[in-house]
């Protein structure tokens, strides 16, 4: 299966789902709002695909066939063309409703509509569109070449084929699919995630250990690759926290609301790897 894919918003997660898009052989429009963020997508995609170069992961021709079945643009216009949409802009659902519906005006009548949402109930995003039975959730995880997964979210009316089309295209870029077949605010994994961390966050916080042994202990004593303190800095500080505010406001449950100390370091900029500190320093 390949296509058209547009996928909204030029960030880590957008051109990252732009990228294993246009490796499997789509025609990808990458759209977001300014040149500079474009610039900035097209930059990252190229670091990546040449990092898989030097690996011998991915053949020269290959990456140069790639990059030229991307193209960027800041009209969402593009989006009519399109088999596939994928949206990953900003996780808040007002934004959201922007862009879906705007997607709902343009888009042809078969086109899938998907959403790159960690957290916010499909069936919420849905709402604002005409189409809610071809709108569905498609959770990739970062970096996108990386991870394997992608988290597929039914919305209360998604239907088969919808979910079929998202399945096929998903696996086509080489991720592993999991259904989320009840679609509960941050699905399966954004809630698993959430719980930890907010629980190694407090223990953090409360001076019972720290970050790193809090990280060492997850990595030797469960098998984790990268500890919970490390994920959130490789996520984004305020990703997660917003990502637990909204799963927190649609269940009350207390444990996933976050610790006084996430949103003080969301507040005083220290959001993880993007900007160099976080519960780790990163110097490069």
Same mark, same amino acid.
Request: aromatic letters at 6%; one cysteine or more.
């Given at each position: 299966m390949?296509?058209?894919?547009?996928?909204?918003?030029?960030? #880590?997660?957008?051109?990252?789902?732009?990228?294993?898009?246009?490796?499997?052989?789509?025609?990808?429009?990458?759209? &977001?709002?300014?040149?500079?963020?474009? &610039?900035r997508g097209r930059q990252a995609i190229e670091s990546s695909l040449d990092r898989l170069v030097a690996k011998d992961r991915l053949a020269g021709d290959d990456r140069d066939a790639a990059l030229g079945r991307i193209?960027?643009?800041?009209?969402?216009?593009?989006?009519?063309?399109? &088999?596939?949409?994928?949206?990953?802009?900003?996780?808040? #659902? &007002?934004?959201?409703?922007?862009?879906?519906?705007a997607l709902d005006g343009l888009c042809a009548e078969t086109a899938v509509l998907a959403t790159n949402t960690s957290a916010i109930p499909v069936t919420s995003i849905a709402a604002v569109t005409q189409r809610p039975e071809q709108v569905v959730g498609t959770h990739f995880f970062s970096p996108v070449p990386m991870m394997r997964l992608c988290e597929l979210v039914r919305g209360h009316k998604t239907s088969d084929e919808t979910l079929?089309?998202?399945?096929?295209?998903?696996?086509g870029t080489g991720k592993t699919c999991i259904v989320v077949e009840r679609d509960v605010a941050g699905f399966v994994t954004t809630r698993l995630v959430s719980a930890l961390v907010m629980e190694a966050v407090a223990l953090y916080e409360a001076g019972v250990a720290s970050a790193a042994d809090i990280d060492l202990a997850c990595r030797l004593g469960f098998g984790h690759p990268m500890g919970p303190l490390a994920t959130t800095d490789l996520t984004g500080v305020d990703i997660l926290r917003d990502a637990t505010l909204n799963i927190h406001a649609e269940t009350a449950d207390p444990k996933f609301f976050p610790p006084e100390l996430l949103s003080r370091m969301v507040e005083a900029g220290e959001l993880g790897r993007k900007s160099g500190r976080g519960f780790f320093r990163y110097d490069d």
């Open positions: 390949a296509g058209k894919v547009c996928v909204v918003g030029a960030g #880590l997660m957008g051109s990252g789902i732009a990228q294993v898009a246009a490796v499997a052989g789509w025609q990808v429009s990458l759209r &977001d709002v300014s040149d500079g963020a474009l &610039d193209a960027t643009t800041t009209d969402l216009d593009v989006a009519a063309e399109a &088999d596939v949409v994928v949206e990953a802009v900003f996780e808040r #659902l &007002d934004v959201k409703h922007d862009v879906f519906r079929a089309t998202a399945r096929a295209f998903a696996e």
